[in-house]
């Protein structure tokens, strides 16, 4: 696996990582079981990892996004996990006009990187009006 970026964890420890509030408040709040808050959380990790590594516009898909919210709500948790096991901050920003180039982008990155997706958490054409994500 080649990254544009060094990290400070290897990407299986970051992949590995877990936060069970984070998990409990999403399916609370979003109304999806645990296995499926967990597959959320897992694919979270992966776009973070993307965006840590890889320069400019990223973008992720609406379920993704939605545990992004999730865990932004614990800043102290998010901020600890993107400093230690990222090497930076990843903000998440809402973009003024859609960019389905940069989702496109992203998943490709992605999939370069795992060499597989789960393709209900990556959609082929999940952000045709995407509007949230991060630059970097």
Not at 91 to 109: C, V
């Amino acid at each position: 696996m080649q990254l544009d970026r060094a990290i400070p964890m290897p990407v299986d420890a970051v992949l590995r990582y877990s936060n069970p509030k984070v998990i409990e408040r999403h399916l609370q709040d979003a109304g999806v079981s645990q296995a499926e808050a967990v597959r959320r959380f897992d694919g979270l990790k992966q776009f973070l990892l993307v965006a840590a590594v890889m320069p400019g516009r990223k973008v992720t898909s609406p379920d993704i996004d939605s545990i992004w919210h999730t865990f932004l709500l614990f800043t102290k948790d998010y901020r600890q996990f993107c400093t230690e096991y990222l090497g930076m901050f990843i903000e998440h920003e809402p973009f003024e006009s859609a960019a389905p180039w940069a989702y496109d982008r992203t998943r490709e990155k992605a999939l370069a990187l795992f060499d597989s997706l789960d393709h209900e958490l990556w959609p082929l054409l999940a952000k045709a009006d995407c509007s949230s994500g991060c630059e970097g």
